[in-house]
């Protein structure tokens, strides 16, 4: 079983700053490719980055140069820095990864970007 849960929501100012964390359950997390995904009101969830076991990391256009993913395998940990943050960055964002061909959510966690 994995559990996935999310933190580091909130509100902040366009052109801001956050960074959302993410803590993992279970064995072998260093093995398995982690993601962000987002889902703003009224749309479907897509993908925000994702991050392999080695580290290899790909992102949405939307947020390229702005967002940056990292992990910490020895914590169990997947991180998402988000700078220069837009209103329409205003979103949930959920940690996800799949094993055995299921996918695995957190709740997410709310950011929300106005001023």
């Known amino acids: 079983q994995v559990q996935l849960v999310e933190s580091g929501g909130g509100l902040v100012q366009p052109g801001g700053s956050l960074r959302l964390s993410c803590a993992a359950s279970?064995?072998?997390?260093?093995?398995?490719?982690m993601g962000w995904y987002l889902q703003a009101p009224g749309k479907q969830r897509d993908v925000v980055a994702t991050?392999?076991?080695?580290?290899?990391?790909n992102y949405a256009d939307s947020v390229k140069g702005r967002f940056t993913i990292s992990r910490d395998n020895a914590k169990n940990m997947v991180y998402l820095q988000m700078n220069s943050l837009k209103p329409e960055d205003t979103a949930v964002y959920f940690c996800?990864?799949?094993?055995?061909?299921?996918?695995?959510w957190g709740k997410g966690t709310l950011v929300t970007v106005s001023s």
């Open positions: 996800n990864t799949v094993r055995g061909g299921k996918d695995y």
């Open positions: 279970g064995t072998f997390f260093s093995i398995y490719t």
């Open positions: 991050i392999t076991r080695g580290s290899t990391t």
